[in-house]
């Protein structure tokens, strides 16, 4: 099999004859750049700059030659974008290293802190010494009327979260037809030139996205103040969201194999809401749009990101139409693999899982990382349904030698 037959399979619940590997096909299987640096000269890559191409978490393009050195069976949509260094401009991450990152991000420095800006020069994110990504500071709608609200300034307020100050390759394109033809085109490129699967991120965050306007702790009280209210904003989400849907997927379809969308929905310890609140709330409005998506493209799967320990979860999300969940935090409650597989192996996906990001790879030796990441491999081998990821994004100082460890070992018993 190549890397786009193999991830397919796994996606089908056949057996491929390895298990994948994605690294760096969405923004949470990705690496810091301080770390991708260090990952390139222990693999004797000395071509090419560091493109940080999330500007917030401060992630790297992950090039071909370190994607072929480490087997990776994926690639992200956005790579079929910003090749010319009129893109890029030059920075230095906090480790002195340095890179180039987008010239659309918005920089300024005040005395020893980075701040990020939103288009009118507004301060939407900072990142202080000793911290290695850029952290929200302005939620938009904290101080608005949420009771009373029609959420009609639901897109202005938009314009001043921190991610639309950090645009990521492709983001930049519009709605309009010149847009739409130019990310339809850019896909074809990219698939016409890679043996990998790819996935398109989109989004559609149904509860992150209001976290991010009214900040998280106003946003979970009025869940349960205002029902009705919630369940309004998620019409009023949902909505928009497909709206966009039926423009943009028909314009990458044809060459995608996964949609992406993320609403982080677990803490370590469960789920963040109710499994109740979560079908009130949110299940009616991913169904709608995992439907829509099944409409327009039936070929592509449809992939969450979301954190934490969402097992109640799950069986709400599979019903809603979802084939593959992504982190799979394994450290969480509810969330180790033998578990997961025995309850929902055949019916989803586990696209991650592979080893411990919150513990284990930054903290542990090589022979345990090794030994991890064995037995994640030996619990799910041989039966489709799983991509192999570590949990989470490789944060900038994970030591080298656990990185490739957790490499080396993937690669040998996959």
Request: net charge negative.
């Amino acid at each position: 099999m190549n890397s786009h037959a193999r991830v397919r399979a796994a996606l089908e619940h056949r057996n491929p004859d390895k298990i994948p590997i994605d690294f760096g096909g969405h923004r949470s299987s990705g690496i810091s750049a301080m770390a991708y640096a260090r990952l390139k000269r222990a693999l004797g890559i000395t071509s090419g700059d560091i493109y940080v191409y999330d500007m917030m978490q401060q992630l790297a393009i992950i090039e071909e030659p370190v994607l072929t050195a480490l087997e990776v069976d994926t690639v992200e949509l956005g790579r079929a974008f910003w090749h010319a260094e009129r893109f890029w401009k030059e920075w230095t991450l906090p480790d002195g290293t340095p890179c180039k990152v987008p010239t659309s991000a918005n920089l300024a420095r005040r005395g020893e802190e980075w701040y990020l800006l939103a288009p009118d020069s507004t301060p939407v994110g900072v990142q202080k010494p000793g911290c290695d990504f850029f952290e929200q500071i302005l939620y938009p709608l904290a101080e608005s009327d949420f009771e009373h609200t029609d959420f009609s300034d639901i897109g202005a307020a938009s314009a001043h979260s921190m991610r639309a100050a950090a645009p990521v390759p492709g983001s930049h394109l519009g709605m309009d037809e010149k847009g739409l033809a130019e990310l339809s085109e850019g896909a074809r490129r990219l698939r016409a030139s890679t043996g990998r699967a790819i996935q398109a991120s989109f989004g559609g965050k149904m509860i992150e996205g209001p976290q991010a306007l009214y900040g998280m702790e106003n946003y979970l009280l009025y869940t349960a103040l205002y029902p009705e209210q919630i369940i309004r904003l998620s019409e009023v989400l949902c909505e928009g969201y497909c709206k966009s849907l039926r423009k943009w997927l028909p314009a990458v379809a044809p060459y995608i194999d996964l949609i992406g969308f993320g609403d982080d929905l677990g803490t370590n310890n469960g789920p963040m809401i109710s499994p109740e609140k979560y079908r009130l709330y949110y299940k009616p409005y991913h169904a709608r749009m995992w439907r829509l998506v099944k409409e327009l493209a039936p070929h592509v799967k449809i992939l969450l990101h979301c954190c934490g320990g969402i097992e109640p979860l799950l069986e709400d999300l599979i019903e809603a139409g979802l084939d593959a969940v992504n982190p799979v935090q394994i450290s969480a409650r509810g969330m180790q693999l033998e578990t997961l597989k025995s309850k929902y192996g055949g019916r989803i996906t586990f696209w991650g899982g592979g080893c411990d990001t919150q513990t284990i790879l930054p903290q542990g030796t090589p022979d345990q990382v090794r030994d991890h990441v064995r037995g994640q491999i030996e619990i799910m081998k041989g039966e489709g349904g799983f991509v192999f990821q570590q949990v989470h994004n490789i944060i900038g100082r994970v030591p080298i030698e656990n990185i490739m460890a957790m490499f080396e070992t993937v690669i040998r018993f996959r």
